[in-house]
């Protein structure tokens, strides 16, 4: 996992932690600090092929982590 997509999947399980729904992609463009639109589509397209998220298709704010990625993991991620 990339340090990237470590950060979008972080932001993504926090919103979903405080708010019982996943964020747009705009919100998570804002949140991780990710300026376009269209890299957080990559990552969360990523994040999907890894097995690390779901989302319905062609729904609002259906990305939902499939686990906890534990917080101290941060050391181990790869480029």
Same mark, same amino acid.
């Given at each position: 996992?990339?340090?990237?997509m470590?950060?979008?999947l972080?932001?993504?399980?926090e919103?979903?932690? !405080? ?6 992609? !705009?919100?998570?463009?804002a $949140?991780?600090?990710?300026r *376009?639109?269209g890299?957080?589509?990559e ?11 779901t989302?319905?298709?062609? $729904?609002? !704010? *259906?990305v939902k *982590?499939? !686990?906890k990625?534990? $917080?101290k993991m *941060?050391?181990?991620?790869?480029s």
């Amino acid at each position: 996992m990339t340090p990237r997509m470590l950060l979008v999947l972080n932001v993504l399980e926090e919103f979903w932690d !405080r708010n019982g729904y996943g964020p747009t992609y !705009r919100e998570l463009a804002a $949140r991780s600090g990710i300026r *376009s639109v269209g890299n957080i589509a990559e990552v969360i397209k990523q994040l999907e092929e890894a097995g690390y998220i779901t989302r319905r298709k062609n $729904r609002n !704010r *259906s990305v939902k *982590s499939n !686990r906890k990625v534990d $917080r101290k993991m *941060s050391s181990g991620v790869h480029s």
